[in-house]
C-alpha cells in the first residue's frame, strides 16, 4: 500500500522541505475585512503585505480550505496514493478538522483516507510529525493507516510546542484560550503559552530572557539529541530577536530557525515567536 500524507498551510510557510517526500500540502486562506481572501501561500501573503497590514492593526481573519477544495485535494492525492492520512490544523484553532472528518466520510473515500484528530499538534511540529511518518513509511516501518496513526501518536506525546503571542488581546479574541482573560490585565507581561488540547499558561515576564530559560529547562526533559525550532515572523523586532538568541546560544543550546507559519500570525501578531522541541528519530 502506498500511503501519502496530507498537511496544511499552518504546518510551515515554506512547504520546499517536503520535495522528495510523500508529504502533500493545501494552503488554508487569510480574509480582509472587505471579505476578500487569499490563499495562504508566500507569494500571496507578500504580493498582499499581510505582515504589514498585521503592523499596523488591521483585522485580518483566517479561515479554512473549503470542503470543495479538500473534496478535489484527495482526488487528486489519491491518484498517486492508495491511502492518504490528513494532518490538519489543530481543532482547537479552526474548524478545518470537522471539515476534513467530514468530507472524508464521503463514500468516495472510505477505506481510502484517514483523517488524524488533531488537538495537540500546531506549527512545525505538525510539519516534524509529517516528516517522521514519511520516515517511517519509506522504511518500510509503518504499512498500515492504522499503524500511521500509531506513529502520529507516539510523536504527539514526545513533542514540546511553546509560543509567546505578540498580541494577547488578538489571541484572545478569538475565544480559544480561555484562560487568556485573566491574562489581559498584565497585557505589558509577556506569556508563554505551552500548546496542547489545552493550551495553558507556561509562565509570564516582563522580559523575554525569563520566559527563553523556561524553553532551556524543558530541553533538560528531552534526551541530548533532541532539536529545538525557534520560530519568529518576519517582523519580529530585532530585540526580541536578538534577546532570544543571545539566551540560547549562552545556554549552548543549538537550534534552527523558521518563520511561524502565517495563519498563526493573524491569530496571534507580528511579535509572535514560538519554540518546537522534537526528539531526532
Not at 484572545?172 to 490585565?185: C, D, E, I, K, T
Not at 532539536?227 to 530577536?241: A, D, E, M, N, V
Amino acid at each position: 500500500m502506498k500511503i501519502g500524507i496530507l498537511v496544511d498551510s499552518a504546518s510551515t510557510s515554506t512547504p520546499k522541505v517536503f520535495e522528495g517526500t510523500n508529504i502533500r500540502w493545501i494552503p488554508l486562506h487569510i480574509t480582509f475585512p472587505d471579505n476578500s481572501d487569499i490563499l495562504d501561500i508566500t507569494e500571496a501573503v507578500e504580493k498582499n503585505n499581510v505582515y504589514k497590514r498585521l503592523e499596523n492593526g488591521e483585522d485580518l481573519k483566517t479561515s479554512q480550505a473549503s470542503p470543495g477544495e479538500l473534496e478535489n485535494k484527495y482526488i487528486e492525492l489519491l491518484k498517486e496514493f492508495d491511502h492518504l492520512i490528513h494532518i490538519p490544523i489543530t481543532g482547537n484553532l479552526s474548524s478545518m478538522l470537522q471539515t476534513a472528518f467530514m468530507v472524508a466520510n464521503d463514500e468516495q473515500f472510505e477505506g481510502k483516507v484517514t483523517v488524524y484528530p488533531n488537538y495537540e499538534l500546531a506549527a512545525q511540529a505538525i510539519k516534524e510529525a509529517a516528516l517522521y511518518l514519511n520516515k517511517l513509511i519509506a522504511n518500510n516501518d509503518v504499512k498500515t493507516p492504522k499503524e500511521a496513526i500509531a506513529a502520529i501518536d507516539e510523536f504527539v506525546e514526545s513533542v514540546y510546542i511553546g509560543m509567546i503571542p505578540g498580541d494577547l488581546r488578538k489571541l484572545a479574541s478569538s475565544g480559544r484560550l480561555r484562560f487568556m482573560a485573566s491574562v489581559l490585565n498584565f497585557l505589558k507581561t509577556k506569556t508563554l503559552i505551552r500548546w496542547g488540547s489545552k493550551p495553558e499558561k507556561e509562565g509570564m515576564s516582563r522580559t523575554y530572557g525569563a520566559l527563553v530559560e523556561k524553553i532551556i529547562d524543558n530541553m533538560k526533559n528531552y534526551p541530548a539529541t533532541s532539536k529545538l525550532i525557534f520560530l519568529r515572523t518576519p517582523f519580529t523586532s530585532s530585540k526580541t530577536y536578538n534577546t532570544i538568541v543571545e539566551a540560547l546560544k549562552e545556554a549552548k543550546i543549538n537550534f534552527a530557525e523558521e518563520f511561524v507559519p502565517s495563519i498563526y500570525t493573524v491569530h496571534a501578531g507580528v511579535e509572535t515567536v514560538g519554540f518546537i522541541i522534537v526528539k531526532i528519530y
